[in-house]
């Protein structure tokens, strides 16, 4: 545990080194070719994504970093995760940063940055480098919501994403503290004294009870930090603003990177740092968490799903419809405290998220840049009423956004709805635990909510088709940004069909989790 | 109070006159701070109040943070302070016609506030009084050579923070280029 192990942390020495190569690659490039560098980000990152899924899924966690930074299967997933989101994010913003022409460079240097915090972020092992890396990625995604710099809309987004940002990083800074005050250590494992591997969460379990309340209370601060990040009510007043303001390609970033970070790190957290129970012992104070959890994921999934309904701009939609999928992924967080209130280590709840988030990458980012192709790379027709008869406008781009709007909301076969029910499904298990038949409730929540968000993502789909177009304007799909979208579209489908392989790479990740 | 006072100043010789004074001027150039009128002044005397600090540190033989004190405080945040106010142009008039709303309910709170805090400040340090003055100057947190205890852990076990930092002010300082600039 006591060395460097450099060649674990390769993938972030090589994103540093991208995103470095790209700033000064704009130094030297004429001006209409430093629109290219998209296509150099591109590249770069499906190198990296291909360098991962080539790598093999870890069967014991490895530590680098002096103890700092862990190598484990949940790690690489999330990398893979992010790979290919940066991935779809540089291929959308490519030709909607040639149409606002401003700085490529800066743009894609910012997006390699933010990747490297995510990263980071997956494979973080104590409470400093969580800090930092998280706000590696907020800095970065504040900077790309406010790009527009001369459109007020953006400028909002931004301001308002920082100010959050900033007291959520106050927030979780000051939940730290406690749990470094009660345990008198920052990292979630490290070598104890007689040379064995100590997680924190047994330290936690072995603190005198007024201890133990400090620290507990010390989480609970830190996951309201991290309830902003993921977007949960009643920490969610940011999003529709600021995925309104900031401009497309960044809305989709932010929609899927900073909610996978935020979720990541809850897992983490829970898994590393919550003690589980022993059988007999006072289950108290994590029976509090999970009763907390199940709130909050109640609330955000009814917020959410219900105040889409009245929207009538479509990224603002998507702002409402991304909180609540974020209810969705804290059911799993719910699954997993409940298991560890009862003493049981099954973390079925996680390899759901795990699926879940894989398949939402898709999904979501197959919708935004269906969103960018039909606005050409402006801002200025965001209304849902735009996309009336897009169905005669453009049969393509309509077909691949009703199948990422019907996935979205939970239609079988596809992704989405085997994401929602296996989180769905890892309630139930939970809820056959003693004393915990209520949260059959928050199951049933889940299902109802299903029914409600296919109300308004159908009404989109309805413009599509049934309404006759209001402009005969043709609609000029890129080769790129379609390929793109129709290999998502693919993997929808796919996803859903053949789940196998997916599954058990989402299984996969529990063997290494909980060390 | 005068008792102690002298006691102290007995007991503590050299060390403990050039903590009182260190003392006063921070504690003066505070208030010279919140009373001038000028925000250029009110810098300066802020200026002089961090160096006071400082002074404190030394005497606490903490010699590290009291040089840190004078380069990132009395130094880089105090020029940045500086360029911001000259940057505003303020001038004598809008000086003048500044104000602050009066709030006299806010006024008491404060207060009240002031004095439950001295009055903890000075009930929570009367056992360290007992101790010789000298005895507490004389315990430094960081024994002897407080740069090596501080950046040996900074370079190895806790590197890897560090690094991601660097990585977060590389972003920093691209966006605010990428922000500001009218043309990229």
Not at chain 1, 119 to 138: I, K, P, R
Not at chain 1, 343 to 355: D, L, P, Q, R, Y
Not at chain 2, 170 to 177: E, K, M, Q, S
């Amino acid at each position: 545990m006591d060395a460097m192990n450099l060649h674990l942390m390769l993938p972030e020495i090589y994103l540093v080194l991208l995103g470095l190569v790209i700033l000064i690659a704009d130094l030297y490039l004429a001006p209409e070719k430093r629109f290219n560098l998209g296509w150099w980000t591109a590249g770069g990152l499906s190198v990296l994504a291909v360098w991962l899924f080539a790598t093999p899924t870890p069967e014991t966690v490895e530590f680098a970093g002096f103890g700092l930074y862990r190598a484990d299967g949940f790690a690489l997933f999330m990398k893979k995760v992010f790979a290919l989101t940066g991935i779809l994010v540089a291929v959308m913003s490519t030709g909607y940063l040639k149409r606002y022409g401003r700085g490529p460079g800066e743009f894609f240097s910012l997006v390699i940055f933010a990747l490297t915090g995510m990263f980071m972020v997956a494979s973080v092992n104590d409470f400093m480098s969580l800090f930092v890396s998280l706000e590696l990625v907020t800095l970065c995604l504040f900077i790309l919501a406010a790009y527009r710099r001369h459109d007020k809309l953006s400028g909002e987004a931004g301001i308002k994403y920082i100010i959050v940002g900033a007291m959520a990083a106050g927030l979780m800074l000051f939940g730290m503290a406690f749990i470094y005050g009660a345990t008198g250590e920052v990292r979630f494992t490290y070598m104890g004294a007689d040379g064995q591997l100590v997680l924190l969460s047994q330290t936690v379990a072995n603190l005198e009870s007024g201890w133990q309340m400090t620290a507990l209370f010390g989480f609970t601060v830190l996951l309201v930090g991290l309830g902003f990040k993921v977007a949960a009510v009643p920490f969610h007043v940011w999003v529709p603003d600021v995925y309104q303001g900031a401009p497309t390609p960044v809305t989709a970033f932010l929609s899927v990177g900073s909610k996978a970070a935020g979720f990541i790190l809850i897992i983490r957290v829970i898994t590393l740092v919550v003690p589980t129970i022993a059988p007999g012992a006072d289950l108290a104070l994590v029976d509090q968490l999970v009763k907390l959890f199940a709130l909050i994921a109640g609330l955000t999934l009814f917020y959410g799903n219900l105040a889409a309904i009245p929207q009538k701009n479509l990224k603002r939609l998507m702002g409402f419809s991304s909180i609540g999928h974020a209810g969705y992924l804290l059911l799993g967080i719910v699954a997993v405290l409940a298991m560890k209130a009862a003493g049981e280590e099954t973390m079925n709840g996680v390899s759901a998220i795990a699926f879940y988030l894989f398949a939402y990458v898709f999904t979501n980012m197959a919708m935004f840049i269906g969103m960018v192709i039909f606005t050409q790379g402006s801002e200025d027709s965001h209304a849902i009423d735009d996309y009336a008869g897009l169905g005669k406008r453009a049969p393509l781009l309509a077909l691949c956004m009703t199948i990422a709007l019907l996935s979205l909301a939970g239609v079988p076969p596809l992704a989405g709805f085997f994401g929602k029910f296996y989180l769905i499904s890892s309630i139930v298990e939970a809820a056959r635990l003693d004393g915990y038949g209520w949260l059959l409730v928050l199951a049933a929540a889940g299902a109802v909510n299903v029914v409600i968000s296919m109300y308004y993502y159908l009404c989109v789909v309805k413009r599509m088709y049934m309404l006759e177009p209001t402009s005969d304007e043709p609609i000029h799909l890129p080769p790129p940004a379609k390929i793109a979208m129709v290999a998502c579209i693919v993997l929808v489908v796919v996803i859903g069909i053949f789940q196998g392989p997916f599954v058990q790479m989402a299984t996969g990740v529990l063997a290494t989790l909980g060390f | 109070m005068e008792p102690i006072f002298h006691d102290l100043l007995a007991a503590g010789g050299g060390h403990a006159v050039a903590f009182y004074a260190c003392s006063a001027v921070t504690i003066a150039a505070a208030i010279l701070m919140v009373m001038k009128k000028n925000p250029v002044a009110s810098v300066m005397w802020l200026v002089l109040s961090f160096i006071g600090l400082a002074g404190i540190y030394v005497t606490l033989q903490s010699y590290f943070i009291a040089v840190i004190q004078v380069l990132v405080y009395a130094g880089a945040i105090m020029v940045l302070f500086l360029f911001v106010i000259m940057l505003l142009n303020l001038r004598r008039e809008d000086i003048a016609k500044m104000e602050l709303p009066k709030v006299p309910f806010a006024g008491v709170i404060a207060a009240i506030l002031f004095f439950v805090s001295v009055f903890l400040v000075i009930k929570a340090s009367t056992p360290a009084f007992e101790k010789p003055v000298d005895a507490l100057l004389g315990e430094p947190a960081l024994a002897g050579d407080s740069v090596r205890a501080i950046g040996i852990p900074l370079f190895s076990q806790w590197l890897l923070p560090f690094e991601i930092t660097s990585v977060l002010l590389l972003a920093a300082i691209v966006g605010a280029v990428a922000l500001t600039k009218k043309k990229l």
